[in-house]
């Protein structure tokens, strides 16, 4: 069985993240997307909160599950028995890091392999961070996140906003 590993920050989960899993689903026999901490960024949906929106929208999907790990993915990969961590490539800026990132995984765990997906066009510019932002000038987010999720992103937003 072809198993493959999803990670990211996913806060909130967008439609880019759920093109690429729609995607990757198919080519994978299982699909596990895992909600990492990243320590860097502070987040606006806590890990269960999160592990609820995605699990909601990735329902559709069979062969997708969803987890949490607070460690090294690689070493996650491993323990799952999956030899492929599945990454989106959008712009030119993400190309850098995710190079780096794939190396570093490869160093821990020699047997994981780094699968890179081009962004669909439709979703090359669009980010958690970007979603943050438009909902916070109360743009429309129908074309950007799960139309599941948009009122709490929209609540929440809305509730940091307030002094
Ligand atoms: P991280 O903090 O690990 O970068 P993100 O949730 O921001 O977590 O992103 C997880 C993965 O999904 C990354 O590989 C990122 O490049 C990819 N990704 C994010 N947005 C998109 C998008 N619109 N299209 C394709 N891939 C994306």
Avoid at 24 to 39: G, P, T
Avoid at 58 to 87: C, P
Avoid at 132 to 151: S, Y
């Amino acid at each position: 069985m072809k198993i493959a590993i999803y990670p990211g920050s996913f806060d909130p989960i967008t439609l880019g993240h759920l093109n690429l899993i729609k995607r990757a689903s198919r080519v994978f026999d299982k699909l596990i997307v895992c909600v990492m901490v990243n320590s860097a960024k502070k987040p606006l949906f806590t890990v269960e909160e999160r592990l609820a929106q995605i699990r909601e929208v990735v329902a559709r999907f069979d062969n997708v599950e969803v987890d949490f790990w607070d460690g090294l993915v690689a070493e996650y990969a491993g323990a799952k028995g999956a030899r492929v961590i599945v990454r989106g490539l959008r712009a030119l800026s993400d190309y850098e890091k995710e190079c780096q990132m794939a190396i570093i995984n490869k160093k821990i765990n020699p047997e994981v392999e780094t699968f890179f997906l081009a962004a669909s066009e439709k979703y090359m510019y669009l980010s958690s961070s970007a979603v943050k932002e438009m909902a916070a000038f109360g743009a429309d987010l129908t074309d950007f996140a799960p139309r599941e999720l948009i009122a709490a992103i929209e609540e929440r937003i809305g509730g940091n906003k307030k002094p």
